[in-house]
C-alpha cells in the first residue's frame, strides 16, 4: 500500500484523483500506474488505499518530472461534504475541489496546456489563448502560502479576491480561500506584453463560475 500526498474532486463531485508520494519520472523501462481503491466509506469519509509495482530504471536514465504519478478512483454517490482520507496514513491530506475554481475547460477561449498535481501536495494546471497568454492556476495549502503586497481586491463569489503582482510588471495574480486551502489565477501575458490592472479584473470578469 502506496500513500497518497492530495486529491482534486472533479466538478461531479464523484470522479477523484490522487497524487501519490511517487515522482512522475520519465524512465527506459515500463511502469504500471499507481491504483486506488476505495476501502471503506461511511456518512463522514471515504477511505481511498493506492496500491503500485514500479519498475524503474538506472537512475540516469531517469529524469525527474516533480509531477506524482497520479491514481484515479470514483464513487457511486457524491462526495459532498465527507473527508477523503488516505488508508496508508493517520491525518488527512490537502484536497482540492473543481467546484472552487473557474470552469476553464468550458471556456472555449483558453486552452488546456498542462496539469499536474504535485508530490509537494500542490495543483497546477495551465492554459493558453491563441496569442500565447497563460493562465496558471495554483492550490496549495494555506500554511503554504507567501504572497506579496495586495494591490487590489476582486469579487469571487462571497468574498474578496486579493489582487498581487505576479513576477515582473504586467503579470498579476488574484488569490482566495475556501477552507484549508488557497486557490490562486494568474495572468501571464506573451513576452514583451502586459496587462493593466483593469485588463486583468475584465479578463476575471468574463470567468465561468459553477
Not at 500500500?1 to 492530495?6: G, Q
Not at 471556456?107 to 492554459?127: I, M, V
Not at 503582482?165 to 489565477?185: I, N
Request: net charge negative; hydrophobic share 40%.
Amino acid at each position: 500500500m502506496l500513500p497518497w500526498v492530495a486529491a482534486i474532486v472533479a466538478r461531479d463531485d464523484t470522479s477523484i484523483t490522487v497524487a501519490t508520494g511517487i515522482d512522475s519520472a520519465i524512465c527506459g523501462e515500463p511502469t504500471r500506474s499507481p491504483e486506488a481503491t476505495i476501502t471503506h466509506q461511511d456518512e463522514t469519509q471515504v477511505v481511498i488505499s493506492v496500491t503500485t509495482r514500479i519498475v524503474r530504471a538506472e537512475e540516469d536514465e531517469c529524469a525527474i518530472t516533480g509531477y506524482a504519478a497520479p491514481a484515479f478512483v470514483s464513487l457511486q454517490e457524491p462526495l459532498g461534504d465527507r473527508v477523503l482520507r488516505d488508508a496508508a496514513a493517520a491525518l488527512p491530506h490537502p484536497t482540492y475541489y473543481e467546484r472552487d475554481v473557474p470552469d476553464l475547460l468550458a471556456d472555449k477561449r483558453w486552452d488546456p496546456s498542462g496539469g499536474h498535481l504535485r508530490t509537494d501536495e500542490r495543483w497546477l494546471q495551465s492554459f493558453r489563448d491563441p496569442r500565447g497568454t497563460m493562465l496558471l492556476l495554483d492550490a496549495q495549502p494555506t500554511t503554504r502560502v507567501h504572497r506579496s503586497a495586495t494591490i487590489a481586491t476582486f469579487p469571487i463569489r462571497s468574498q474578496q479576491g486579493i489582487i498581487t503582482r505576479y513576477g515582473a510588471a504586467g503579470s498579476w495574480t488574484v488569490w482566495w480561500e475556501v477552507g484549508r486551502v488557497a486557490y490562486s489565477l494568474s495572468l501571464i501575458p506573451p513576452e514583451s506584453h502586459g496587462f493593466t490592472l483593469k485588463q486583468f479584473k475584465q479578463q476575471l470578469a468574463g470567468l465561468t463560475w459553477s
